[in-house]
């Protein structure tokens, strides 16, 4: 292995199968890759799609907004779940077994009544389907089949919702087992109610809420990440409105929840530095330099995508004005954080909502299926494919940035350009995480997930 560390890391029980999904995951991540040279894989260069696929985007029409996705996906695709959304697979089954466990606490009053499901952020629904298959089903076991058991989906009026409907209704969906199941759609932003007081049994939210309101936009000046910040200012005003999004988010599902019912969230979690979690999962590797100490150096994927950017910026692609507008609204939150609206009964506007926390946040540390391609490819073939392991993790996780990154270079670039710049951006990426070493790639998915439930 070139300049690698060796490294041998076995599935938990918890995620025992996993070894059978990776043989119908990873042939579909690398469906656009070919021997040791893959071709353009840059998410929104256009070049690079099938020409079915290319059309004429109204984005600069007055007063009409292209959905982000349609510049690089076809409305309809799946590209989300086929991307990003398997990458976060094996964290979602360890949500899927928080979410099990707790189920027998929601009160079913009578098995002739209406039992509500809420998955917010849903995106295509591919990352809930088989939780909400369990819960159905074990709903049909315990109170049979006469429970109607309705499934709303909610994510932000311009998602893709022909994936999610195709997800909802496809030969796998629950919806070709059960009856007397009805999936509705909600485009209304979760920092305001979506759905009337007293509608939802249980409410789960997966990687959706470390996603913060529009209205809560911090510019900053050094990154386009606002925990990245070296402005004190900056971070404070950030972490003002991740606080206040949050108590924001959780008022609104107390509202939604019906006495008894559930709230389970599922937050990103920040790796590196003392902000390492301790989990059931996996032992963080850390690399190290001659002198024996941890590297300073671009290791994870925010980082290099930071980078990234700095570097367009130095080499005079984009302005000043463009480097400092592209600040994402995204956050991470501590445990503390997540904690801190359930403190203190009598002031907090939460507890007195109704709304208590179950058990402290757990964290979690999964798996990438990324590294775990390239691990095989080096063991199979002999091959130390990072080129590989770095387009694939651009594929995926580029779709985070895309919509920030265009609606700042569509104010005063022409559309031709755009796409140049962004191109140069992926490819910039791309070459950053080339040159680390994947073992010690912080790759990995780290998540904490929260428990609350509504007052009986």
């Not at 300049?3 to 199968?17: E, R």
């Not at 530095?273 to 150096?297: D, F, M």
Request: charged residues 20%; contains cysteine; proline residues 5%.
């Amino acid at each position: 292995m070139s300049g690698g560390v060796q490294c041998s890391i076995s599935l938990p029980s918890h995620l025992k199968g996993a070894g059978k999904m990776l043989k119908t995951v990873l042939p579909r991540l690398v469906t656009t890759t070919t021997a040791c040279h893959p071709p353009c894989l840059h998410l929104t260069s256009l070049s690079c799609l099938p020409s079915k696929i290319l059309r004429e985007m109204p984005g600069d029409v007055a007063g009409a907004e292209t959905p982000s996705f349609q510049y690089f996906w076809q409305p309809g695709s799946g590209f989300y779940g086929e991307n990003l959304g398997r990458l976060t697979q094996l964290s979602a089954e360890i949500y899927e077994e928080i979410v099990l466990s707790h189920i027998e606490a929601v009160p079913v009053p009578s098995s002739k009544g209406v039992f509500t499901i809420g998955d917010y952020g849903t995106c295509d629904g591919t990352v809930s389907l088989r939780l909400i298959h369990k819960i159905i089903d074990h709903l049909r076991n315990k109170h049979g089949p006469d429970l109607k058991i309705q499934v709303l989906y909610e994510d932000h009026a311009s998602n893709d919702y022909n994936s999610l409907f195709k997800t909802i209704y496809s030969q796998t969906s629950y919806m070709t087992k059960f009856t007397n199941v009805f999936p509705l759609v909600c485009g209304t932003n979760f920092y305001k109610q979506c759905v009337p007081d007293q509608t939802c049994d249980i409410i789960m939210s997966s990687f959706a809420t470390m996603h913060l309101d529009n209205e809560s936009y911090v510019r900053c000046s050094n990154t386009m990440f606002p925990w990245r910040s070296t402005s004190q200012e900056e971070l404070h005003a950030h972490r003002e409105a991740a606080a206040r999004d949050w108590q924001t988010f959780l008022l609104h599902r107390a509202a939604e929840l019906k006495p008894g019912g559930l709230l389970i969230d599922a937050q990103a979690a920040q790796l590196g530095g003392s902000n390492r979690p301790q989990t059931r999962t996996l032992t963080y590797p850390v690399a190290e330099n001659g002198t024996g100490t941890q590297e300073e150096s671009a290791q994870d994927i925010w980082t290099c995508f930071d980078l990234s950017w700095k570097e367009l910026y130095a080499e005079g692609i984009i302005t000043k004005e463009e480097f400092q507008s592209c600040t994402l609204r995204m956050t991470y939150r501590t445990s503390k954080d997540l904690k801190v609206p359930f403190e203190n009964a009598a002031m907090s506007p939460v507890r007195q909502a109704g709304l208590n926390l179950l058990k402290e946040p757990e964290e979690f540390l999964s798996h990438c299926l990324v590294k775990t391609l390239w691990r095989l490819k080096l063991q199979a073939d002999g091959v130390d494919d990072r080129m590989l392991f770095a387009h694939l993790l651009a594929k995926a996780f580029g779709v985070v940035l895309d919509a920030t990154l265009r609606k700042v270079l569509r104010n005063i670039r022409p559309t031709v350009l755009q796409l140049s710049i962004i191109k140069r951006f992926q490819q910039v990426f791309i070459q950053k995480v080339a040159a680390c070493n994947p073992e010690t790639f912080r790759s990995e998915i780290a998540m904490r997930v929260l428990v609350a439930q509504k007052s009986k």
